[in-house]
């Protein structure tokens, strides 16, 4: 079976969806800090998966999971990935990011199970020499963060070299939308990135909607992202670990859609698709936000066969079925 860690979070869970409908046996780990039950609950009514909850930064847990389990592969999500939090609590990001990791991928190798995609992130890049972005740039992390996810690419290499366990790094940029059918969605607590909180004031008019900054150096001012549908995004996973199985070799790639968008211009699509008048301010800029990111996906494109299908529209859309749904609100009052 295939071992999700962080399977009960927002790019964890829509990835176990993805693989049980290529009919993938998942073994979901997570230690509950960031995921939620209820998502969990929803994957195991829908298909091969079994959850296990345990925590990265205890041995015996992944120990005990390693034994009890025929583990042929593992997609590694579980991590904290709030840059902001990450400057406040340094400790917390290294501890769990990257000694949480190097306890899985001791127990790998114990194990013999030698394949691994790992979620990592265009914030290992820092603030941008040149845009598009592509996987050749210099990786100089401007937070701990995106230092925690570098160090792991890192390890990971060393692992290979000294084990020859194989390592796909996925450098995500900006991620959006929701499953189609309402199932689960993004849900994070609380809530900081942009489209979620721009629908929060579609859907609560009492709540303006807070642009960080108007004063970057890009078309409108503010700042421009990369914002790839989750659903795409959980696709490139099952083909990065299908191309590890095939070609047995480390590789990295990044995952966006190749086109940048500002905040202005995604508040004024969420505007248009949702019909409606939001609540805007301008505000200070947020610490550590690079103006501008976006990334060249060639490379994704060409080894992996992978093609990012869904509209910034679509994220908007299913993002609101999600929200409206009121299913976050029924579980936060149970
Ligand atoms: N942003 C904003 N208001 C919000 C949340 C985010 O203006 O309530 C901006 C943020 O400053 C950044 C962009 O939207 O420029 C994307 O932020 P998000 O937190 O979604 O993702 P990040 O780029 O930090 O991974």
Same mark, same amino acid.
């Given at each position: 079976?295939?071992?999700?860690?962080?399977?009960?979070?927002?790019?964890?869970?829509?990835?176990?969806?993805?693989?049980?409908?290529?009919?993938?046996?998942?073994?979901?780990?997570?230690?509950?800090?960031?995921?939620?039950?209820?998502?969990?609950?929803?994957?195991?009514?829908?298909?091969?998966?079994?959850?296990?909850?345990?925590?990265?930064?205890?041995?015996?847990?992944?120990?005990?999971?390693?034994?009890?389990?025929?583990?042929?592969?593992?997609?590694?999500?579980?991590?904290?990935?709030?840059?902001?939090?990450?400057?406040?609590?340094?400790?917390?990001?290294?501890?769990?990011?990257?000694?949480?990791?190097?306890?899985?991928?001791?127990?790998?190798?114990?194990?013999?199970?030698?394949?691994?995609?790992?979620?990592?992130?265009?914030?290992?890049?820092?603030?941008?020499?040149?845009?598009?972005?592509?996987?050749?740039?210099?990786?100089?992390?401007?937070?701990?963060?995106?230092?925690?996810?570098?160090?792991?690419?890192?390890?990971?290499?060393?692992?290979?070299?000294?084990?020859?366990?194989?390592?796909?790094?996925?450098?995500?940029?900006?991620?959006?939308?929701?499953?189609?059918?309402?199932?689960?969605?993004?849900?994070?607590?609380?809530?900081?990135?942009?489209?979620?909180?721009?629908?929060?004031?579609?859907?609560?008019?009492?709540?303006?909607?807070?642009?960080?900054?108007?004063?970057?150096?890009?078309?409108?001012?503010?700042?421009?992202?990369?914002?790839?549908?989750?659903?795409?995004?959980?696709?490139?996973?099952?083909?990065?670990?299908?191309?590890?199985?095939?070609?047995?070799?480390?590789?990295?790639?990044?995952?966006?859609?190749?086109?940048?968008?500002?905040?202005?211009?995604?508040?004024?699509?969420?505007?248009?698709?949702?019909?409606?008048?939001?609540?805007?301010?301008?505000?200070?800029?947020?610490?550590?936000?690079?103006?501008?990111?976006?990334?060249?996906?060639?490379?994704? &494109? /060409?080894?992996?066969? @992978? =093609?990012?299908?869904?509209?910034? +529209? #679509?994220? $908007? &859309? /299913?993002?609101?079925? @999600? =929200?409206?749904?009121?299913?976050? +609100? #029924?579980? $936060?009052?149970?």
């Amino acid at each position: 079976m295939l071992l999700i860690t962080g399977g009960a979070g927002y790019i964890g869970s829509h990835t176990v969806l993805n693989l049980i409908e290529n009919n993938y046996n998942i073994l979901i780990f997570d230690n509950l800090e960031n995921g939620h039950i209820e998502t969990v609950d929803t994957l195991l009514g829908l298909g091969n998966v079994k959850f296990v909850k345990g925590d990265l930064r205890n041995l015996k847990d992944i120990d005990n999971l390693f034994s009890s389990y025929n583990i042929q592969g593992v997609i590694h999500f579980a991590a904290f990935a709030l840059v902001e939090e990450s400057v406040k609590n340094p400790g917390k990001y290294y501890i769990n990011n990257i000694y949480g990791t190097i306890n899985l991928l001791d127990t790998m190798i114990r194990h013999d199970v030698k394949r691994i995609v790992f979620s990592s992130t265009c914030a290992t890049y820092g603030e941008p020499l040149y845009t598009p972005i592509d996987e050749k740039h210099i990786q100089n992390p401007i937070n701990p963060y995106g230092y925690s996810k570098l160090a792991v690419e890192h390890i990971m290499d060393d692992y290979d070299k000294a084990y020859e366990l194989k390592s796909i790094r996925l450098r995500y940029f900006n991620v959006a939308g929701s499953d189609e059918k309402g199932r689960i969605g993004e849900w994070h607590e609380p809530e900081t990135h942009l489209i979620p909180n721009i629908i929060k004031s579609a859907i609560n008019e009492s709540k303006t909607f807070n642009i960080f900054g108007a004063d970057y150096d890009t078309k409108d001012g503010t700042c421009v992202r990369d914002y790839v549908n989750v659903l795409d995004l959980a696709e490139a996973h099952r083909l990065a670990y299908e191309y590890l199985l095939r070609e047995n070799k480390t590789d990295v790639f990044n995952l966006g859609t190749g086109n940048g968008h500002s905040v202005k211009e995604v508040f004024d699509t969420c505007e248009k698709v949702l019909n409606q008048k939001i609540p805007v301010e301008i505000r200070e800029r947020r610490a550590g936000d690079p103006a501008k990111l976006y990334a060249d996906i060639t490379k994704a &494109k /060409t080894i992996l066969k @992978w =093609e990012p299908k869904r509209t910034l +529209e #679509e994220s $908007i &859309k /299913t993002n609101y079925l @999600w =929200e409206s749904s009121s299913k976050q +609100e #029924e579980f $936060i009052n149970v």
